[in-house]
């Protein structure tokens, strides 16, 4: 996987793997080292809105979606 060989830290690690779907990652926008969330779906919409959900569940107060990505299907 290139995302796996482009990793430098000791702790690297696959969370997931996806076909004919998003990904999105959410940060609180106030501590971005801080609370997280990330979610796999059928469509964009849903994996921000579930990585948003689980990074308030997490303690984000002022989450935002930092990163999102979709196969060619997704």
């Known amino acids: 996987m290139r995302?796996?060989?482009q990793c430098k830290g000791r702790d690297c690690k696959v969370l997931t793997?996806?076909?004919r779907s998003c990904v999105a990652f959410a940060i609180?926008?106030?501590n971005a080292c801080g609370p997280h969330g990330w979610a796999k779906a059928d469509n964009l919409a849903r994996?921000?809105?579930?990585a948003s959900e689980q990074c308030h569940r997490h303690g984000g107060r002022t989450c935002v979606i930092r990163a999102w990505v979709c196969d060619a299907k997704g």
């Open 28 to 30: 609180d926008g106030a």
């Open 3 to 5: 995302a796996r060989a």
């Open 17 to 19: 793997s996806f076909r």
């Open 47 to 50: 994996a921000q809105n579930i």
